[in-house]
Each structure stands twice: as structure tokens, then as C-alpha cells.
């Protein structure tokens, strides 16, 4: 990976934000008509025999897929037990290890970069807390990301150095059985199915609530995929960061430049004059797809929409790349990403996660 987790967090949210906005030109699918008794039951006979609760996961998962609309096929049920497991081992809020001296990093490291001395943040943190412990004590005890989110959510409000810290911002923006973004939950709010007694940060921390912003976030979108290990990789990555990786590749083959393949085709705010990689390649074959800047970046501001493999920007670079390389390229390559997060102490890459997924996966379709 070749850029900042932070900066790639960014470039994903305004991805998302970018397909809601088409989502919302678009006709709703037709409800599933599968009973839900069947689907329950074939949910629960595709779970691992160890799964607890199967009955309620089996029902929090089909309310998912009929009030998002998502036909509950043997794939999509497959493809929802499979990142489930991977992410959590159906626990609906894992515990996360070593997460005390994760989450006091977290806290010194901000401090240090705001010149904030450490004898200050030990006196913030030998405050009492709302529910009587101080929040040093509750640091020494967190398990849980929800934990670890409730403490942050304290400090922020109540303890002018967690303001200044924090800004308003709750480091911990991953939660629940899949692992879903907490901000793609939070514009995914509408349409919810539960009653919301608290906020959707505390839904995703749920079962019902992981699990519902999960499957949307995995299968709420359309794919020109013929494989779902490139939607697995698209859950980790961001949505078509597989067909934009494969389209990176396809402009390093046209241009003969080495690119990055993280699914990312454009910086985020960049000015026109400031073009980022991928862009700047493309640049090159100017004359050749009769495209000239402004249309180049008009095409590439589609890359966060299915309808980018419709442009003639990505019909002529194809065309470009195929007849330099005298073969057909792929539409699809997992991308080149490494993972980046506290919480991972060995190196690890989308592919590690988009493999591991789809052996789970088929494992699944087999049961």
C-alpha cells in the first residue's frame, strides 16, 4: 500500500457517499419472495455445527435481506456467513486483544502530536467517569471495541482534554459481527428495521445491527463480478476497488508504468494541475483516447459508480492495453493493499482477507 490508511479511509467514504447519491436515481429491487421460514432454515444448516444462537442469527440476518431488498440465495447467505465468521467467529462484539494498551497508544500518540505533555493526560484520565470508575481504570479493563467506543465517547464530552484529543472524532470507526464502518452504517441509517434507543454507532455493535449495515455494505451494491472473492476484496477495500485495480493495471500496461493497484483512481480534492498517480498515468495516452484533461477527470470521478465501466475512457484504455499486450486483460484483481489498524500485529493484505473469505465461503456453499 502505498498511501496512509487515514487517506484511503477518506477517499472510501466519499466512494460510498457518491453511490448512495446514484442509489437513490435508481428503482428498488423487488422484495425477496422466498419464505422467510426457508431462509431461516437454510441459514442455520450453512452455519458451523459450533455456532451458537444459530436461531437468532439465522432471523437477524433474514430480516436483513428483506428489508434491504437482497434475494436470499444460497450465494448471498454463503457470502454473509462467510465474512461473519472471518471477522468475529459470530460473536456479535469480539473482544479485541491486548486493547487496553492499544486503545492508552492511541490516546498518547494523539497527545504527543498536539504537544499535549504526558503528565497532563494522567491527570485527565485519573478523572471520574459517569459510571464512577476513572477512565484510567476503565482503559486498564476495556475488551470490546464498543467498550473501548463508550470510553472515547465519555471523554469527548466530558473532559475538555478528550475534546482536544479527539475533535469530535470516535477513533474507533469499525464494529460488530462484520466489522462494518461505523460511518457507512450512519448514512445507511434509513430504512433501518429496529427501533434505535441510543444511536447507530451503538447498533453496530449489535448482532441485528452488524449484521444488517454488514450486508449492506457486502452485497448492497451492484458488481460487474463474475467471482466473489473480488466482492470480498471490495468489503475490505471499498466498493469496486476490485475493477478499479484491474483498470489501474490495464493503464500501467498502456503506458508502461508502475501503478499502484489499491483501487483508487483519484486523490480526493486534488486540483486539476495535482493530478494523483493513476491519473497522471492516464494523462499519458491523452492523445490516444482523444480525451483531454478535464474529461479524463470526468470519467475517473465515475470510478466510485458501477456505470464507470460504461465510459469510453475505460473502453479505449482497455482497447490501448490489450492490443500492447496482444491478449485480453482482466476486469477484475483483487487489490494491492496492505492492512493497516492497531489492532493487527502481523502483516496482512486484502488478498490474505479476500482469500480466507472465499475459502469460507465455499466451505459454506458445500454444508
Known sequence: MTRPAAFRSLHRAATLLGAFLLAGCVTAPPAPTRPPADTRSEITRRMPAKVADRDRWAADIETAFAAQRIEPTSENICAVLAVTEQESGYVADPAVANLPKIARGEI???????????????????????????????????????DLSDIYEDMIGRVPLGKRLFADYNPVQTGGPMQVGIPFAESKAAGYPYPVPGSIRDEVFTRRGGLYFGIAHLLGYRTPYTRKVHRFADYNAGWYASRNAAFQSAVGVATGATLALDG????????????????????????????????????????????????????????????????????????????????????????????????????????
Open 264 to 367: 483508487d483512481l483519484l486523490n480526493p480534492g486534488a486540483p486539476l494541475d495535482r493530478p494523483g498517480q493513476t491519473e497522471r498515468a492516464v494523462r499519458m495516452l491523452a492523445d490516444a483516447l482523444r480525451m483531454d484533461d478535464h474529461a479524463i477527470r470526468a470519467a475517473l470521478e465515475r470510478g466510485d459508480r458501477l456505470d464507470f465501466g460504461d465510459t469510453d475512457l475505460y473502453a479505449r484504455v482497455y482497447a490501448l492495453a490489450e492490443a500492447r499486450s496482444g491478449k485480453p486483460l482482466p476486469r477484475a484483481l483483487i487489490p494491492g493493499i496492505r492492512l493497516e489498524s492497531p489492532k493487527i500485529t502481523r502483516e496482512l493484505t486484502t488478498a490474505w482477507f479476500a482469500t480466507r473469505v472465499d475459502e469460507r465461503y465455499r466451505n459454506c456453499l458445500q454444508r
Open 108 to 146: 498518547d500518540r494523539r497527545a504527543a502530536a498536539m504537544h499535549v505533555p504526558r503528565f497532563v493526560v494522567d491527570a485527565a484520565l485519573a478523572l471520574r467517569s459517569p459510571d464512577g470508575r476513572t477512565y484510567a481504570e476503565r482503559l486498564q479493563s476495556v475488551r470490546t471495541e464498543r
